[in-house]
């Protein structure tokens, strides 16, 4: 079975520019979550779709950052313009519908874009 | 206080030894909780989760206390190759799944 697939793995960029990146979740995960992972601390998480609806994105900065679920499968998330501080690896995620009540379902990763700006 | 929050450590044992991290979480109303790990430079991947009762997978052990509101995960008879970071997660009935920063451990020989 494939994985998340993400790319890129690496991007450098200068601040104040912009910078895109594109997540494709595992097939048939309707669930599908951007985190920010700063060296030394855990993921946290920027945005959560269910299908291509929103269903938390109240930790995204959204003066700079902006993330789209069209069509409910691929993804993309952009910061623009870009800060020092958002030097980080963009993890995305996905997983089956967890429903209240139902069975836990486990979080699958991608390898994630390291993401330096200088 | 954080809404999960972890010793990062690290904890440095020997090989052979048996280690125990807690990880306390402030939201009483959570549902789910797991267990992370991160290898160095890696996405994290599911260890185990967590259940009410407890749960055991060969030499790690998992254990939910809602009472104090925290998790522990036990590791017996330690392996180099269990050097890694072990996050936890906690997940609020609002299905916003919250990670720890992560507990570090190093194995030497």
């Known amino acids: 079975e494939a994985g998340v697939a993400q790319s890129p793995r690496y991007k450098i960029i200068e601040k104040r520019q912009s910078v895109a990146f594109w997540c494709n979740p595992i097939?048939?995960?309707?669930?599908l979550y951007w985190y920010q992972q700063i060296l030394g601390q855990g993921p946290k998480l920027l945005i959560q779709?269910?299908?291509?609806?929103?269903?938390?994105d109240s930790q995204l900065p959204k003066d700079r950052f902006s993330a789209e679920r069209l069509k409910g499968v691929d993804s993309t998330l952009k910061i623009q313009p870009a800060k020092l501080e958002d030097s980080a690896v963009y993890l995305c995620?996905?997983?089956?519908?967890?429903?209240?009540?139902?069975?836990?379902?486990?979080?699958?990763f991608g390898q994630g874009t390291r993401l330096t700006v200088v | 206080r954080k809404e999960v929050e972890q010793d990062p450590g690290p904890f440095n044992v020997p090989e052979g030894a048996t280690v125990a991290f807690n990880c306390t979480y402030s939201?009483?109303?959570?549902?789910?909780f797991f267990w992370y790990r991160q290898d160095c430079r890696k996405e994290p991947k599911l260890l185990m989760s967590?259940?009410?009762s407890g749960n055991e997978d060969g030499r790690f052990t998992a254990q939910l206390n809602r009472a104090s509101q925290y998790i522990s995960l036990l590791i017996r008879d330690s392996k180099l190759s269990d050097s890694a970071t072990y996050l936890c997660?906690?997940?609020?009935?609002?299905?916003?799944?919250?990670f720890g920063r992560g507990t570090s451990l190093i194995v030497h020989p």
């Open positions: 995620a996905s997983s089956l519908v967890w429903e209240i009540g139902g069975m836990n379902t486990e979080a699958f």
């Open positions: 097939s048939g995960h309707a669930t």
């Open positions: 779709f269910q299908n291509n609806g929103v269903v938390d």
């Open positions: 939201n009483s109303a959570s549902q789910s």
């Open positions: 967590v259940y009410s």
């Open positions: 997660v906690v997940r609020p009935i609002s299905y916003i799944p919250t």
